[in-house]
């Protein structure tokens, strides 16, 4: 299944997660400009499964987000690079297409990149061995493939680099047991890592699952040098179980603390003032049912 099943209704879900995105890149940015300036003149946005740029009832996803950033900021205008790919044609000729149409998009000084490349090896060398320009990173891929820790590794090595990435928890638990996918589940957490979850999960409770398939995804970024890791929870529609998870990687504090900060302002409950990180429509819904459903 492709990406395009993400984009047929904007759910809250999908609002929060493009909202989490945008705040980070405005913040971000700021930061980042003052010192480009100084050096190569410019940054970049990539977002490696974008979509066809709305949803099907009209709102716009995060590449529009980003781009109207650009558009209103001066700097931003003359410095952002963006590139925007996505393996489905009509994705990337829907997007072209919403691109155009942006208001003032004639503003920015580089052109919007839209490629239909499939993320796999040769992306993954290509950032390996190629020095980039600070830039914010976002990988949503619909399910598993072509997200794997050498593409995370790849594209925070270098200063200012920051990667923001979905992670399919739903899928991800079950394809943990399933030999059909092996290979991918071993690129995301790495053998050793993947092996240790496959025997291990089998008698745990759902809680005790996610908790540990979430430590290690932490640990394995961590172990390759992503310092500072923050994963953000997402419930299902039931506000019972775990959809998935925004995962947040950098090598930087500082950009740990500003998108700490934001997840925390996402989140739609805390307990005596620390942020759950995680957001529960059911919660945001009807707070007061939910918290008598709680134990």
């Not at 489905?88 to 004639?106: C, H, M, Q, W, Y």
């Not at 839209?114 to 600070?134: A, C, H, L, W, Y």
């Not at 820790?149 to 992670?167: E, H, M, P, Q, S």
């Amino acid at each position: 299944m492709g990406n395009e099943g993400f984009f047929n209704e904007s759910t809250e879900q999908s609002i929060v997660k493009a909202r989490i995105v945008k705040k980070y890149f405005d913040a971000w940015s700021k930061v980042i400009v003052p010192r480009a300036k100084s050096k190569s003149g410019r940054l970049a946005y990539i977002d490696f499964f974008a979509g066809p740029g709305r949803y099907k009832d009209g709102k716009k996803s995060t590449p529009l987000l980003i781009l109207e950033s650009a558009i209103r900021d001066d700097d931003l205008s003359n410095m952002l690079v963006t590139v925007f790919n996505d393996k489905d044609i009509a994705n990337t000729d829907s997007l072209r297409k919403a691109i155009f149409e942006l208001p003032g998009v004639e503003r920015l000084k580089y052109k919007p990149i839209v490629r239909s490349d499939e993320v796999g090896e040769n992306i993954v060398q290509m950032f390996e061995t190629k020095k980039t320009v600070p830039t914010l990173f976002f990988i949503d891929p619909w399910g598993y493939k072509g997200l794997s820790l050498r593409l995370i590794n790849a594209v925070i090595k270098d200063w200012g680099c920051d990667c923001i990435f979905f992670f399919n928890y739903n899928r991800i638990n079950m394809g943990l047991n399933n030999p059909l996918v092996e290979e991918h589940m071993n690129a995301l957490f790495g053998i050793e890592r993947a092996d240790i979850l496959r025997t291990n999960l089998i008698n745990m409770s759902p809680y005790e699952r996610e908790m540990t398939i979430v430590e290690k995804m932490v640990e394995s970024l961590k172990e390759k040098g992503g310092n500072f890791v923050l994963p953000f929870g997402f419930k299902n529609d039931s506000g019972i179980k775990t959809s998935h998870h925004l995962f947040f990687v950098s090598k930087n504090f500082t950009a740990y603390e500003i998108m700490k900060e934001i997840m925390a302002k996402e989140s739609t409950e805390s307990d005596q003032g620390v942020a759950s990180f995680q957001y529960n429509l059911v919660n945001q819904r009807w707070p007061i049912l939910f918290e008598l459903s709680r134990p």
